[in-house]
T-cell receptor, first 116, second 110 residues
Framework: GAVVSQHPSWVICKSGTSVKIECRSLDFQATTMFWYRQFPKQSLMLMATSNEGSKATYEQGVEKDKFLINHASLTLSTLTVTSAHPEDSSFYIC????????????FGQGTRLTVV | KQEVTQIPAALSVPEGENLVLNCSFTDSAIYNLQWFRQDPGKGLTSLLLIQSSQREQTSGRLNASLDKSSGRSTLYIAASQPGDSATYLCAVDSWGKFQFGAGTQVVVTP
């Protein structure tokens, strides 16, 4: 399966600052990557679809100006949480979907963001 | 809108017992269903993928079934071990987007 590397695995930042999270597809070129958010004891919620070379597609209710997504190459997508607030504290996970005869999803190890 | 439900939310069994985890979805127009394992504070590990045309998939002690018409999938884990303790998530691929259930938290006691 695909190998997805996410960095950092955890980060603590002060309220009002910005944080960048990287997601790399290590063994295949991903034109599309996905960003999810997971609150404690809850499921993963799709935030946005990252498209290489074009604008990301955001799910309803996700602020595109707060969660900036850049997909500048076929192996790297970044999520920047701007002007972070404590309510942004969550677990952020990226995913790639390998589409052959069927589509299978592979996930990074996640980033635990804590805003203090 | 696709909704995915997992029952039970939590499960505790003694080592050696078989585990049965349930996943239901509201829209039967799916491409695939995938089961994942998530350890605390970690990402997701893919366990099994069932294509919409398949009825089941097996890998070692794991077996997953799919009944599209009734909107159900079941993950069976035989002869559970303490190392099986984790949260198990099912995800349905509908129209290219994965919709997740809230997961079943499993504890296997020695």
């Amino acid at each position: 399966g695909a190998v997805v590397s996410q960095h950092p695995s955890w980060v603590i930042c002060k309220s009002g600052t910005s944080v960048k999270i990287e997601c790399r597809s290590l063994d295949f070129q991903a034109t599309t990557m996905f960003w999810y958010r997971q609150f404690p004891k809850q499921s993963l919620m799709l935030m946005a679809t990252s498209n290489e070379g074009s604008k990301a597609t955001y799910e309803q209710g996700v602020e595109k100006d707060k969660f900036l997504i850049n997909h500048a190459s076929l192996t790297l997508s970044t999520l920047t949480v701007t002007s972070a607030h404590p309510e942004d504290s969550s677990f952020y996970i990226c995913s790639v979907q390998y589409s052959g005869a069927f589509t299978e999803a592979f996930f990074g190890q996640g980033t635990r963001l804590t805003v203090v | 809108k696709q909704e995915v439900t997992q029952i039970p939310a939590a499960l505790s069994v003694p080592e050696g017992e078989n585990l049965v985890l349930n996943c239901s979805f509201t829209d039967s127009a799916i491409y695939n269903l995938q089961w994942f394992r998530q350890d605390p504070g970690k990402g997701l590990t893919s366990l099994l993928l069932i294509q919409s045309s398949q009825r089941e998939q097996t890998s070692g002690r794991l077996n997953a079934s799919l009944d599209k018409s009734s909107g159900r999938s079941t993950l069976y884990i035989a002869a559970s071990q303490p190392g099986d303790s984790a949260t198990y998530l099912c995800a349905v691929d509908s129209w290219g987007k994965f919709q997740f259930g809230a997961g079943t938290q499993v504890v296997v006691t020695p």
